[in-house]
């Protein structure tokens, strides 16, 4: 159990091994929209997300 790694971590890893430098902006862009839905649930939020579109 000390081998227990977390995903950011994991993927990290496998940018820096793999070099596949080319992920990363994939990477981001998907945590980036992830936190943008999360931020619409909330509903004093939702009309500045909704301007945006």
Request: glycine share 2%; aromatic share 16%; proline share 4%.
């Amino acid at each position: 159990m000390a081998n227990n790694r977390s995903l950011l971590g994991e993927t990290w890893d496998f940018l820096k091994v793999r070099k596949a430098w080319w992920l990363s902006p994939i990477i981001i862009l998907l945590i980036l929209v992830a936190t943008l839905i999360i931020f619409s649930q909330s509903s004093s939020v939702s009309p500045f997300i909704y301007a945006l579109f």
